[in-house]
């Protein structure tokens, strides 16, 4: 069995939550208050310069690396154990059945057996790993288990990031995973705690927008689309005659002249939610399903102010910005102004940092 650090991980003490995207590596670190109130003691974001993380493979080490060690000094923490995250487009997963009360290692044969069906690679070049989700549908006399599998080097190149930041890595999860945990933070914000509510997360990032619809617990739908913040950069750069890094600067220090926002910035957030629309349409038609009841915005772009306003707009549905840490205590150190603006750029970040009180 071949074990990957571990998707699956159980309890570490204390913990970092380490994203590393296409435009800045994020830390989140929390605790707990008497054992039930969850804390935000300290969060850190810095920027990448770009193409050092591409399609999420990270193409320039030595420079990722140097921004998170920036990161974490900046945090101003003692905390070195971290929790990383592949993209879900670098893990494999599948879910299958078997036979209740298997002993590990029978257990251990049968996914190794399993995922050579399914993966298409020699099963000496991923990582494996696999968790019991629970009794199967079919009844108690079966589980139903969940495998995930990376090639080995996806893996490999985030390890030796945080160990050339001086961090250790201790948990690998998957992105989607660690932002499903973090939305039930926020799904927790709506209407009866969002239960039996059809609710979409849209993470618009840097290069990509994503769109993941869930039930409850179920994830009914996942989208991807090549748009995001840096098509905002290119309009700017071309706009104004400034080259790409002037006009991400300009972008991120609010010093456009006044015609910006009429001229770039309302179309781009009208062709942002004109793609969630679309992404929505997508669900209906590939589904059995036809309404969502929830948006709930993530990513560098949600911040942008009326964001939400556009989106509902344009869908007919209720939007929300995300913060994973409406229901949080913050320490004294965290800025609340500042964590509203960085917050729904935190998402995978907070899950990952949530690994920290596993069961």
């Not at 961090?167 to 998957?174: C, F, H, R, S």
């Not at 007919?316 to 800025?335: D, G, K």
Request: glycine letters at 6%.
């Amino acid at each position: 069995m071949v074990d990957l650090s571990s998707l699956f991980a159980g309890k570490t003490r204390p913990l970092i939550g380490l994203d590393i995207s296409s435009s800045a590596v994020k830390l989140v670190e929390l605790s707990d208050v008497n054992g039930r109130q969850r804390c935000l003691e300290r969060y850190a974001i810095e920027p990448l310069p770009r193409d050092a993380v591409s399609d999420g493979n990270i193409a320039q080490l030595e420079v990722v690396a140097d921004a998170v060690r920036r990161a974490w000094k900046r945090m101003q923490t003692t905390t070195r154990q971290a929790a990383l995250a592949l993209p879900a487009g670098a893990v494999i997963t599948k879910k299958i059945i078997l036979p209740a009360g298997l002993r590990e290692m029978e257990m251990e044969a049968q996914v190794e057996s399993e995922a050579n069906q399914y993966i298409p690679f020699a099963i000496d070049e991923v990582n494996l790993d696999f968790q019991v989700i629970g009794p199967a549908p079919g009844g108690d006399e079966e589980v139903e288990v969940l495998i995930a599998a990376s090639r080995k080097e996806k893996v490999e190149d985030r390890v030796a990031v945080a160990e050339a930041a001086g961090l250790k890595p201790t948990v690998m999860d998957v992105e989607s995973l660690a932002a499903q945990a973090a939305l039930d933070l926020v799904r927790a914000q709506l209407p009866e705690g969002g239960r039996n509510r059809i609710v979409a997360l849209v993470d618009a990032g840097a290069n990509l927008l994503k769109t993941t619809i869930f039930r409850n617990e179920q994830q009914l739908y996942s989208r991807e689309q090549p748009f995001g913040g840096n098509q905002l950069t290119q309009d700017i750069a071309r706009h104004y005659g400034m080259n790409t890094d002037e006009a991400e600067a300009a972008k991120r220090t609010a010093s456009l002249p006044e015609n910006y926002e009429t001229e770039l910035l309302r179309p781009f957030m009208d062709s942002l939610a004109l793609e969630v629309s679309r992404s929505l349409q997508f669900f209906f038609t590939s589904t059995t399903y036809n309404q969502v009841d929830h948006v709930i915005l993530a990513g560098g772009c949600a911040v942008i102010p009326g964001m939400d306003q556009v989106v509902a707009a344009r869908t007919q549905v209720a939007a929300l910005t995300a913060n994973p840490f409406s229901s949080m205590t913050l320490s004294q150190r965290i800025r609340p102004k500042n964590l509203s603006a960085d917050a729904p750029a935190l998402m995978v970040a907070t899950g990952l940092a949530l690994r920290r009180f596993d069961e």
